[in-house]
């Protein structure tokens, strides 16, 4: 499993740690009796005949309370984690709108928070063919991730994040969000995990984390390269051009 690089992915990394090691336990407790039955209860002679049970009520007792209490115990874990990662997060020190749009993605950094853009207007990023955007972030703030579709369903994923949030069309962008706190300085990678079209290998994007001073350092060579508006670029790439020509930005 990767290393976690946010606060909230420690809490996911935990989950499925511990999954893995009940689902090991449980795996080599079933093998075992598997392989003891067979051992047992074996024919010993080409005459003879093993005993045919057909209903045994302890056993059978068991075996439908058990998984049920299996389910029950992964259940509990689970929303206490996403508990954890949804609910126990603090206040946004930034606020990114991320649209998947079939085939790439645009990053627009938010105005307001603890962190403010150059000149307080939204600055972008967006990916073209074959040169995949990147997705800059200050290292221990937390990003609030709100993520809209023109389109169809894709799925905005990091692997590094443990955590991934499928993008809906249609859905408030308020409503379809979620937070992390980058806490590792490094490159990452993250893609579509939702398959959405013919060139759904082709939607990845690069991360990286970085220090305060070379994220401000970031937002001002958006500025530069004129990659200003004043809302989010919400509609893809046809919605990039036109308001980039009527806003000041640029393709």
């Known amino acids: 499993m990767p290393d976690p690089a946010t606060v909230e992915g420690h809490h996911i990394f935990l ?20 392989f003891y039955v ?35 115990v992964f259940f509990v874990h689970t929303e206490r984690t996403q508990n954890l990662i949804r609910e126990d997060v603090p206040p ?10 079939q085939w ?23 990916g073209e063919a074959g040169n995949p955007p990147t997705l800059v972030l200050p290292v221990n703030r937390t990003v609030e991730f709100k993520l809209h579709s023109p389109d169809v369903i894709h799925d905005f994923g990091v692997p590094g994040f443990l955590e991934k949030e499928d993008v809906i069309p249609g859905m408030v962008k308020d409503d379809n969000h979620f937070s992390v706190t980058p806490n590792v300085i490094g490159d990452y990678r993250g893609k579509c995990y939702e398959l959405c ?24 060579q958006l500025q530069v390269q004129g990659n200003v ?13 036109q308001a980039g020509v009527s806003q000041g930005g640029s393709e």
């Not at 740690?17 to 598997?34: D, E, M, P």
């Not at 047992?40 to 998984?67: C, G, H, K, M």
């Not at 105005?111 to 307080?120: C, E, L, S, Y």
């Not at 989010?232 to 051009?241: C, K």
């Open 15 to 34: 989950l499925w740690r511990w999954a893995w090691v009940a689902a090991l336990a449980t795996g080599a407790v079933v093998w075992g009796l598997i």
């Open 197 to 220: 079209g013919v060139y759904h290998s082709r939607m990845l994007f690069n991360v990286k984390i970085v220090s305060d001073a070379d994220f401000q350092t970031y937002l001002q």
């Open 104 to 126: 790439t993605w645009t990053f627009n950094y938010m105005p307001g928070g603890d962190i403010k853009t150059t000149g307080n207007q939204v600055l972008y990023s967006v």
């Open 229 to 241: 508006s004043d809302q989010p670029l919400l509609g893809g790439i046809t919605s990039q051009t």
């Open 92 to 101: 946004a020190n930034l606020t990114i709108y991320v649209v998947g749009q």
């Open 38 to 72: 067979i051992f047992r209860y074996r024919r010993r002679s080409d005459d003879e005949v093993p005993v045919q049970t057909r209903y045994n009520l302890p056993l059978e007792i068991f075996y439908t309370i058990a998984p049920i209490i299996m389910v029950v």
